[in-house]
Structure formats: structure tokens, C-alpha cells
């Protein structure tokens, strides 16, 4: 079954910078999903990818997908400590049509 | 409004003592979906429901069984608890399985289990 590598695993950033949080697939991706959790609470749902190239804003997040590489970045603009967080990229873990697998997450610090 | 609800918030047992999870969802989804997370790590899905229609994961060890009684419920029965299975438990739902619109899946809250 496939497998997700997110690089870094973790992040300390100052208020006010940029980052990068990078997800990698073993195999061909169906779909590329970017959650958020924060410590002990359940994951709420960010955006999803679903063509190579596609790219979605959400305030200032964006995400990408390229296909070719089996990667998709998502980008925080201006950083806030309410972006603070773990970060995980989900992918249908058989193919298409099936339920999500996880990466093990980016854990995300905001200092101001 | 809660979309996906789940009882308890926290749960303790004894090592080998029966225990039920239970999870609601107000979304009218196909799936449900059942994920364990140990801290430091990635949810691992043991099973979903597409349906009524059981979906397991090979590798879920079988003290782990599940309910969908109806469209809105699901349950995760643990059936002899080891310290092992002490983590957080997540229920998702979803329209439709990964890949297509309406495959997003929306979680609760989780159930953090503590075994004794």
C-alpha cells in the first residue's frame, strides 16, 4: 500500500515568515489531501487536491500538487501563531476509491 | 454545530476488559471510518463502512471489531484490551471514498483510551 513521507517533521518559525511543509508519495496519487490537527483534538480538513498542477488558496495556505513527482507542498504566507499545529497529507491509500492513509505529520511551532 | 460526535472524550479501562467507543455523525455520510493514533504518529485506519458494507484492514489485529447499526452511528468495540492499545481514537466520515468531490473526510474529536 502506499506510503506518505512529509519533510520537515517539525517547524519553529518566527511570526511574520514563510514555510514550506513538503508531502511525498511511494506511489501514483488519487487525490492529495492536507488536514490540521492540533495536539489531542480530532483533524479538520484543509483542502484537497485532485490534478497535477491544481493549486488551492485557503486566507493564506496554498497547496499544490505535482502529479509528475508525486509531491504536493503546502505554503504558509506571513505566519500567525494561530497556524500552529500538525500538519498532515492524506492520500486514498489502494488507489482510487479508497479510504485515506496518513503521513505522520509536520508539527508546526509560531513564535512571536 | 457538531458534525461528527463522539462519547466519551476520555475513556479508561482495565487490561483486558471490554470496551465500546461510539461515534454519531449529523452528515447523513456513506462512510464511516475508524483510525488509531499513538502519539507521534500518523492515524492508522483499521476500517470503514461504506454502508453497511465492512471494510477491514489486514493488518487490524481481530480484538478490534465494528458496528454501523444505522447511518448515523458506528462503534469501535475493543474486545480484551492490551496496554498496547492505550492512544487516540478517531471516527471520520465522508460522501464518498478518496479520490473524487465529496471524498474529504470530516473527524470528531477523538476518544483518548487509557489502559490500566
Known amino acids: 500500500s502506499q506510503e506518505l513521507e512529509q519533510s520537515p517533521q517539525s517547524l519553529i518559525v518566527q511570526e511574520g515568515k514563510n514555510l514550506t511543509i513538503n508531502c511525498t508519495s511511494s506511489k501514483t496519487l488519487y487525490g492529495l489531501y492536507w488536514y490540521k490537527q492540533k495536539y489531542g483534538e480530532g483533524l479538520i480538513f484543509l483542502m484537497m487536491?485532485?490534478?497535477?498542477?491544481e493549486e488551492k488558496s485557503h486566507e493564506k495556505i496554498t497547496a499544490k500538487l505535482d502529479e509528475k513527482k508525486q509531491q504536493s507542498s503546502l505554503h504558509i504566507t506571513a505566519s500567525q501563531p494561530s497556524h500552529a499545529g500538525i500538519y498532515l497529507c492524506?492520500?486514498?491509500?489502494?488507489?482510487?476509491?479508497?479510504?485515506?492513509?496518513f503521513g505522520k505529520g509536520t508539527t508546526l511551532s509560531v513564535s512571536s | 454545530d457538531a458534525m461528527v460526535i463522539q462519547n466519551p472524550r476520555y475513556q479508561v479501562t482495565q487490561f483486558g476488559k471490554p470496551v465500546t467507543l461510539s461515534c454519531s455523525q449529523t452528515l447523513n455520510h456513506n462512510v464511516m471510518y475508524w483510525y488509531q493514533q499513538k502519539s507521534s504518529q500518523a492515524p492508522k485506519l483499521l476500517f470503514h463502512y461504506y454502508d453497511k458494507d465492512f471494510n477491514n484492514e489486514a493488518d487490524t489485529p481481530d480484538n478490534f471489531q465494528s458496528r454501523r447499526p444505522n447511518t448515523s452511528f458506528c462503534f469501535l468495540d475493543i474486545r480484551s484490551p492490551g496496554l498496547g492499545d492505550a492512544a487516540m481514537y478517531l471516527c471520520a466520515t465522508s460522501r464518498e471514498l478518496g479520490g473524487d468531490r465529496g471524498s474529504e473526510q470530516y473527524f470528531g474529536p477523538g476518544t483518548r483510551l487509557t489502559v490500566t
Open positions: 487536491l485532485q490534478k497535477g498542477g
Open positions: 492524506g492520500a486514498p491509500g489502494r488507489g482510487a476509491g479508497t479510504a485515506l492513509i
